[in-house]
């Protein structure tokens, strides 16, 4: 079993940066590939970024490349979202996701789901 418990969020202009943490419990966090997703209002929940258990891959949607950036810390069991140059359709709430395998985050396929955190970018 996986905990994940996400901070971070919080209110911030466009053109600013956030980082979000995902803290997981259990000993198999070093194992498995994790993600990022987030859902605005009325919208579906999408794929925002994934990160390969051993960190050596990572995918991420079109609309943040360049801008956001995923990183994990095995020894600390976290995973981070670096999230730059921020604009006001960045707004969501964002979640952390855990699954056995990378491509099976990137399909949202997805094992463990976080709370959620809610970023809002103002214009």
């Known amino acids: 079993q996986v905990q994940l418990v996400e901070s971070g969020g919080g209110l911030v202009q466009a053109g600013g940066s956030l980082r979000l943490s995902c803290a997981a419990s259990?000993?198999?966090?070093?194992?498995?590939?994790m993600g990022w997703f987030r859902q605005a209002p009325g919208k579906e929940r999408e794929f925002v970024a994934a990160i390969s258990w051993s960190g050596g891959s990572t995918d991420y949607v079109d609309s943040v490349k360049g801008r956001f950036t995923i990183s994990r810390d095995n020894a600390k069991n976290t995973v981070y979202l670096q999230m730059n140059s921020l604009k006001p359709e960045d707004t969501a709430v964002y979640y952390c996701?855990?699954?056995?395998?990378?491509?099976?985050?990137?399909?949202?396929?997805?094992?463990?789901w976080g709370q959620g955190t809610q970023v809002t970018v103002s214009s």
């Open positions: 996701a855990s699954s056995r395998f990378f491509n099976s985050v990137i399909t949202a396929k997805i094992e463990y």
């Open positions: 259990g000993r198999t966090f070093s194992s498995y590939a």
